[in-house]
């Protein structure tokens, strides 16, 4: 119902910066909430950066001050610019989306993008 598309991963230095896009397309009624997770080998998948709606938005301690989200609401589009990056952001970034869709029925799902990779290191 639902396709994202994430672009924008690569190899870069610490302190150097890199820009995420996620496009969103397909049968989308609403869209309630759009962010980005990050998943390290050995670890369990964390929240970076969101946008869960009402004009709020929420950042791990660990990258504020560092990362910006923002969204092209025309576009469906959500972006992650990551600055001042440090071997310790090396991860696979997922984009999510929270929309309703209608299948019979209306859903409320979360959308998985299929990751791109980060790495940090000199």
């Known amino acids: 119902q639902v396709q994202l598309v994430e672009s924008g991963g690569g190899l870069v230095q610490p302190g150097g910066s890199l820009r995420l896009s996620c496009a969103a397309s397909?049968?989308?009624?609403?869209?309630?909430?759009m962010g980005w997770y990050r998943q390290a080998p050995g670890k369990e998948r964390e929240l970076v950066a969101d946008l869960p709606g009402g004009g709020s938005t929420n950042y791990a301690d660990s990258v504020k001050g560092r990362f910006t989200i923002s969204r092209d609401v025309a576009k469906n589009t959500v972006y992650l610019q990551m600055n001042s990056l440090k071997p310790e952001d090396t991860a696979v970034y997922f984009c999510?989306?929270?929309?309703?869709?209608?299948?019979?029925?209306?859903?409320?799902?979360?959308?998985w993008g299929q990751g791109t990779q980060v790495t940090v290191s000199s």
């Open positions: 999510r989306v929270k929309a309703t869709v209608y299948s019979g029925s209306y859903y409320l799902r979360d959308y």
């Open positions: 397909g049968s989308i009624f609403s869209i309630n909430a």
